[in-house]
């Protein structure tokens, strides 16, 4: 399980800021979007929770709404920042739905997924967790 402070780095190419630890996000569960081997979906993204994204992605069949306490998941809110997988992500930028996202604590790998543009025309403003 990487730090909570990794050497990795953001879309910007510096080093990868905190995301949000209330709730903790990351699918290390360590307030960053940082990813490894086992993370399948890439969770990489760090995005802030909108009513229309939050409906979207349940409507794809990922409830992020409801709590999994096994899973270590406090159930979304709007407003509440959460790593989200990066194709997730794009499928809902192609739906007009993006959520809003934190650059500095968007892992590096997400530009497999989508440009840095793209990424940018959606960024939150400065501040955070």
């Known amino acids: 399980m990487p ?3 990794s050497t ?5 190419g510096t080093p990868l800021g905190i995301c949000c630890t209330a709730p903790m996000t990351g699918f290390y569960r360590d307030g960053c979007c940082n990813t490894g081997a086992g993370d399948m979906g890439a969770h990489v993204v760090c995005a802030e929770m909108t009513a229309d994204f939050l409906a979207y992605t349940q409507a794809q069949g990922n409830d992020l709404s409801t709590s ?5 998941f406090p159930g ?3 407003g509440d920042r959460w790593c989200l997988c990066a194709s997730r992500w794009k499928e809902a930028l192609d739906a007009g739905v993006a959520p809003p996202v934190c650059l500095e604590a968007t892992h590096a790998s997400a530009l497999e997924y ?7 025309r959606h960024a939150l403003g400065q501040g955070h967790p």
């Open 76 to 78: 979304l809110n709007p």
């Open 3 to 5: 730090a909570a402070h």
């Open 114 to 120: 989508v440009s840095l543009a793209e990424l940018q």
């Open 68 to 72: 999994v306490p096994a899973f270590q």
């Open 8 to 12: 990795a780095s953001n879309v910007l």
